[in-house]
Nanobody
C-alpha cells in the first residue's frame, strides 16, 4: 500500500486547509484499515493528530485540534481527508497520513502501530 498526501500550503492564522491522502490499495483492503494523521514540527517528535477507525468510522482527535479539525474517509476513493479550520501557528509542521490494521483502541495514538505512511505534506501557518 502506498499513500500519497497532498493539500498542504501556506495559510494565515484563522484560515483553513483540507489535506487529502490517497492509497494505492484495492477497495476491499482499504476499508479494513484504520487511518490516521500525524504531524511533525521542526525539531519535535511526530505527534498524533486524528484517527478514523475502519469499523464504524469512529473518530478520535488530539486535544490540541479537537473542535477545529475533522477527519473523514471515502472508501470508494481509497482516500482519507483532514479538514483543518481555525489554524494556528502552532499547527505548522509536516503532516503525514498513515494506515494500519488491527490497531486496538488504546493504541490508536501511537505512530508505531501504523504500517503504511505517506510522504508528508507541509502546512505552514503564519501569524
Amino acid at each position: 500500500v502506498q499513500l500519497q498526501a497532498s493539500g498542504g500550503g501556506l495559510v494565515q492564522a484563522g484560515g483553513s486547509l483540507r489535506l487529502s491522502c490517497e492509497a494505492s490499495s484495492s477497495g476491499s483492503t482499504f476499508r479494513d484499515f484504520t487511518l490516521g494523521w500525524f504531524r511533525q514540527a521542526l525539531g519535535k517528535e511526530r505527534e498524533f493528530v486524528a484517527v478514523i477507525r475502519s469499523t464504524g468510522g469512529r473518530t478520535y482527535y488530539a486535544d490540541s485540534v479537537k473542535g477545529r479539525f475533522t477527519i473523514s474517509r471515502d472508501n470508494a476513493k481509497n482516500s482519507v481527508y483532514l479538514q483543518m479550520t481555525g489554524l494556528k501557528p502552532e499547527d505548522t509542521g509536516v503532516y503525514y497520513c498513515a494506515a494500519g490494521a488491527g490497531i486496538i483502541l488504546s493504541s490508536l495514538r501511537y505512530a508505531a502501530q501504523y504500517t503504511y505512511w505517506g510522504q508528508g505534506t507541509l502546512v505552514t501557518v503564519s501569524s
